[in-house]
């Protein structure tokens, strides 16, 4: 409650918690089906129809109503990225700590790792998993999960070695802390900031990578919209029906803006100097 | 002048015996020649052979070659290089894609260089067309011996190939001994641009002359454009939702008619491909095809859908899963989603799943799918368009997983009749009967595009899809 | 130098299990070469006509053979034959390695001399409206899937100015390097606009950081001008974050950009790889992605000694 | 005589209303050519705002001068308005006629120039001296503030320097043009005793040399004793005495002055050390903690291979006893091994050697798993920011294993009375406590577990000195109540005479001097003590003259397999003794 409070406080915060806020109920509202039209609904005659009284945002090739479909994709696209960077930043917290936390073999191994992953071309990655699993919301969460892994990991690995030579590990220590105490209480506790920041970051990515892969045909499996689904959908009418790339661009760039405004938010909340100087 | 041409997909491989991409026999054609070739009204006319003929018993066929035609290295094109090239293309090893079409040749004689007699085991007139097909070029015997076909490609075509980075560009000049010659441009360049947004882009700031479109969401921007000229003509090839009739509830007959008359074919066609394309049952010949609205529920009749439904005991419906390749043709999802939501209306809940290409290919092989949407290819001869699937030996009868042995008798009665007539009434029966069991549902032919700038002259589109006619194209000022 | 030999003595091992992995993951998507040449009418093959053709394209051992010869084939040197090109695997990506260097290098060039300015322009004006439009500038960069700004910079450009660049029939840098640059500008325009929004956050916020330090208030006491004290005391600190993030995206560039090349129709590394994977093009496809992975692991490296370089505080090898 | 710099009426504010938000209210001084001025006060009391104000720095830390004057004389005689004056007129001031030293000299170097670039830049912007001849001018200021070998060390990035190299960089920096005012912001205070020395001897040298003014902020009255002329004391932004040194020495007459003068532990050559400990003589009483031939040695890998090829002998052969309710101070200048020995206790750094054995205590505590707790140096670092203080009290307990329950709840609330915090401190967090509360934090923590040892490593050098004072006393007071034995490491002597019962010094990672405290430090033995204790300043000692003394810090770098010699000890009364030297 506290966190929302200091969220509100601060001026990107309230930009930034307003537009996901939007955001969270958009999708809330494309989940539960309760959109203006039903987004799967083809009214055929009407199809390619310029945004007009009926149709806020216009209708797509098949005559479905714009507006409900990307309020049915914010709901998808959300889950992806909400799931993928949640997957993503769990393992690679949990492996960057590691590596951090035993050092040694393990850094090596870890490191290592991830650098094969790493070294892999992201979307040829994403390719294979998908060409493996066949296309779908899953295998979008599972394949942008592997492709930044490695980043959360790199992310938390430098800081957590910093903190693993404070003074209060050291203190820690003295007490005989067991290690797993030590981890969750010192390092990760105090790896939140830059988590958070990275994973806002994360989150943008993921939503453009989805995009991607929609892109290339890897993506959720139609008649389901995604925003992504619908901007590649989009390309070749884009002369025709401009806004079939219009509003779902905007979407996308909408909620990035938001989430961004919200990380750095997050990020000046969290610091302790920040929270110092507001007190 | 040179033609600046771009097209989004580019050739695969160069040996004209074993490619069978789309793009690969639109670079061939130009280069390789056949013995005949089919026109824009797909009659069969001269291309190496200058005249041919059956005997009486349908059992020989005899060419006299184009003295003139001559391979891009100067050797003129005898009989002995028409039996190579034969003689590949049955050897197994070769893996040569046109095989099964000229299995009944028994052997091949030549009784000097510019006579070739085929002695076929059995009366087959679809071989003819099947020899119109670049597949079945004549490429050197010289080269066969040496092992270089598919690498450095020499033909007796109308260009010849300079230049090849896959997938990036081709470099063709024109060839100085071509028997149909001179060509009206010195040579073409073209550029793959794998995006046809940017291939439109390119034809609006007049960097390329000439262009091949694929997808009509793009194709029908050109002729907004003044400086542009959009060529479509129908095409053999179609676009099918393939039942597999091995599956429940698809064995049912009643289920496949009622699926059949649920689909409203012209819907499909206006929705994915923007109206772009024609309504087709199974024979997509002009001269051979029946007209549709004379087919099996052709006009959509949902009641009578449920009452089919209702009799096959699926009152309730059923669930299934459609698959399709991710953008071949362009049209796939979009089809699998108006057909989608049409047999909703009848109880059918399909689940579309969309695959890269491979994959997808591999599942049909397999006949591992419920439904299938295809473009499959079409040729200029319903035999050798359908034996394949509806034939008992047919070689993927196992992807039609459909016997009926009326199709099966109809097919090698068309085989052997020699008379344009006859066999126009038998393959009409034949259309008739495959549509009502519904195997398939076939949907429509859509067009084959080419833009070009409208200073670019002489150029002939044909269902076929062959840009052969590039050879007497000119550019204008 | 020994901590330099250290690094590279993990590339063997790095490189065997991006080998393996791309390896096996390639063998695991359905659908072969044969599939990919002949498409649906590879069921016409019969039985021999498909061994003929798997032993020409060499997958008619078992995985591990193949597997085995292809690493004793690397050991000397040969990544195998593409059998799209016909020609060896490294040559191939060798010809295509150019063009994705450059275009990597542009956009990062692009990136850097755009975002950093940027990003020390909105630290120094901290929370002033000239901040704010630098951050909302910014974030629409990075919210821009790529695919839609090159749409737009080519309808905007053709059906608006009825100009582009010549779209295809690449020229080589070498060979014209005016028609390279006019076709290579765009796509790093593309490219680096994305990446140019990311440098000027961090850049920003790396800025923040560095200008409350005390030797920044030292520079200022010595009587150094504020540009100095912005470009010469304080952006060399701020550098490392932009540099691990530059050397991030500039590895992923290494490995081609699909999007871009494919709307740009340009024959880089990244739409080789693409359709390496969509034609089965087993050699190619594991022969460009060890090629990859070593770059990144260059740029990698290339990184921590640029760490070293920025700041003598670092020392590598310590962990 | 117009004075080299009038400030009248300062006020300085900060944030969005500065007026409403005033740190510095009213501050008025003048400077005369050649005159040192000291600032004194306690932490917070806005002398670095007032020093940052002078040469217009505090605009770019968020600040406003609010109202006031201040004039400058320049060289020529002419009057400088600071206050009006504009960004670029300024930049010409700063460095070229107003030096600035910092306190920090680790952060106030800019880490990636090397310093040679950073010297030059004095010249080139000042002097118009580019190229080699700018080069040339900063080997001769390094020369000027006596780094050997000036030459090279323009090369080195400034964490290839000691701290004290550091703090002469700076001054070479800030002397580079020959300012006439020179502004040192606590210049000494990250420094240990002998290094300090050494700066102060410098900065009065220089100043006799080049007669320039100067403004010396510390909180050292020590200090302030050996170089002002006149003395500043602030509270609470305000200057609240002014005037000649020994009258405000001597004769302070603000109650706040008085309270400094006698807060501030000033050394007295172990006249007031502690007479509580009397170490019991028939040697019945088992030691608390007994270190036995302590060796610590970091290998030291190079070359291809990284083999080893030589160790740092961090401590080299240490024996020493704790008896319980005893004080041990350990002290020694900077890198000596001080920390690395108390590491070592801990098992915090495995000792290459030695043994150590820690007694049990008397029968009335509960014995404890962990009988050596440790409070660190920096009571910001030692907190985990983000851990509430119930959870930081209740982590030594989770860790060895025992529950939360209401009797650790009571003893949280009972040594949190102890240490004087208020009863409400246990849902708070770290940044909200001041570091003299923070300390008191640690302190608490390190008793949770009944300890019979505690070591404290600097545990009040980052303190303010009044704070400091009650740190001090507290400790004392826990050590009767409970009976614990503590391991004091420290620099300051002044404080170590308060604390200590015993005291080891301790150079080059060996014991050179032990005994008891009054002893040692009123008749010191070995000669590193006695310079150590010549090195502090005293308010006694006025305007002194330091000498310098460009000795290079031992090396603790050693070859393979290098033994030390076995020391030869020296007994002087009961309990003293030192290493024999030569
Ligand atoms: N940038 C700033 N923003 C807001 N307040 C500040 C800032 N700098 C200093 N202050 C406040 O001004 C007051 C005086 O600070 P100043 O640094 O001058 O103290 P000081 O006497 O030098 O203390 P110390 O001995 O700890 O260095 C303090 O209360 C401090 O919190
Ligand atoms: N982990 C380590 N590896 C290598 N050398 C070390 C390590 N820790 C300490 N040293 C070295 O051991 C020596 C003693 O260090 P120590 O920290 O014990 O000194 P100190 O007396 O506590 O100094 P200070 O007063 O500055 O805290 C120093 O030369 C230091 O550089
Ligand atoms: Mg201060
Ligand atoms: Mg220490």
Sequence with gaps: MRIFRAIFAHPSGRIGGVIVGLYLIIAALGMLGLTPHNPLAQFRVDRLHAPNGAYWMGTDLFGRDVASRLMAGVGQSFTVAFF????????????????????????????????????????LLALLIVAVAGPGTWTSVVAITIVYTPIFTRVVRGPALSLKAREFVDAARTFGSSSSYIVTRHLLLNLVAPLTVQVTLALAWALLTEAGLSFLGLGIQPPAASLGLMLSDSRNLMETAPWLMIFPGLAIMISILGFNLLGDALRDILDPKMRRAAA | ATLHMAWAQDATGLDPHKQTAFSSLRLLELIYEPLVRVDASLQIVPAIATSWEFSKDGKALTFKLDPKAKFQGGAAVTSADVKASFERILDEKTS???????????????????????HLSQPDVPILTAMSDVNAAIVPASEIKAGTIGTAAIGSGPFKLDKWDPNAKEVLSANKDWAGGPTGVDGIEISVLPDETAILAALRTKQIDFALLNDPLVATLVPKEASLQLNRVPVLSYHVLQLNPSRKPMTELKVRQAISCAIDRQEVLDTASLGEGKVTGPLTIPAMATDPSQLFCYKRDVEKAKALMKEAGYADGFSATVIGATGEPPTAAAEAQVIQSQLAEIGVKLDIKMMELNVYVDAWLKGDFDMAIALNGGRADPYTMYNRYWTKAGNLQKVANYIDDTLDSQMQRGRAETDPAKRKVIFAEFEKHLAEVSPWIWLYTSYSYTAQQKNVAGFVPTPTGTLFSLGKVTIGQ | MNYLMRRLSTFPLVLLGVSIVVFVAIRMVPGDSITAMLGTEAGLLTPAQRDSLAAYFGIDQPWFIQYGRWLLGILHGNLGISVTYGRPVLDVILERFPLTLELALLSMIIALAVGVPAGVFAATHNEKPSDLVVRVVAMIGQSTPNFVLALLIIYALSAGFGVLPAMGQFAPLWQDPLRNLSQLILPAITLGFAFAASVTRISRSAMLDVLSDDYVRTARSKGASARSVIWRHALPNALIPVVTLSGIEFGYLLGGAVIVEQIYALPGLGRMVLDAILQRDYALVQGSVLFIAFNFMIVNLLVDLAYVALDPRIRLGER | MIPLLSVSNLRVGFGRNPQANEVVRGVSFDLADGETLAIVGESGSGKSVTALSINRLVDFGGGRITNGSMKLKRADGSTFDLLTATEPQLTKIRGAEIGMIFQEPMTSLNPVLTIGRQIEESFRLHRGLTGRQATAAAKDALDRVRIPDAARRLKYTPNQLSGGMLQRVMIAIALACNPRLLIADEPTTALDVTVQAQIMALLAELKRETGMSMIFITHDIGLVAGIADKVMVMQNGEAVEQGELNQVLDHPRHPYTQHLLHAVPHFSSGRATRADGQRDKDGSTEPALKVDGLVVRFPLKSGFFSHATGAVHAVDGVDFDLMPGETLAIVGESGSGKSTTARAVLGLVNSTRGTFSVGARKASVEQSALPVQMVFQNPYASLNPRLSIESILAEPVIATGGRVGAGTRTKMALLLERVGLPKNSLERYPHEFSGGQRQRLCIARALMLNPSVVVLDEAVSALDVSVQAKVLELLVDLQREFGLAYLFISHDMAVVERI???????????????????????????????????????????????????????????????????????????????????
Excluded: C
């Design chain 2, 96 to 118: 040569a894609a046109a095989r099964a079409n000229f299995l009944s040749i028994a052997s091949i004689d030549t009784p000097d260089p510019a006579t070739v007699v085929f």
């Design chain 1, 84 to 123: 993928s960077v949640a997957f993503a930043s769990l393992a690679g917290t949990a492996l960057g700590l590691a590596a951090a936390w035993f050092g040694r073999r393990w850094d090596g191994v870890v490191m290592r790792v991830m650098d094969v992953l790493l070294a892999f071309p992201a979307i």
């Design chain 4, 500 to 582: 200590a019962h015993r005291i080891a010094v301790i150079y080059a990672g060996q014991i050179v001097e032990i005994g008891d405290a009054a002893s040692v430090l009123s008749e010191p033995r070995h000669s590193y003590t006695r310079k150590l204790i010549a090195a502090v300043p005293t308010i006694d000692r006025r305007h002194e003259r330091f000498e310098l003394d460009t000795r290079q810090v031992t090396s603790l770098v050693r070859p393979l397999g290098f033994e030390p010699a076995p020391a030869r000890w020296e007994q002087f009364g009961v309990d003293h003794m030192a290493r024999v030297e030569g």
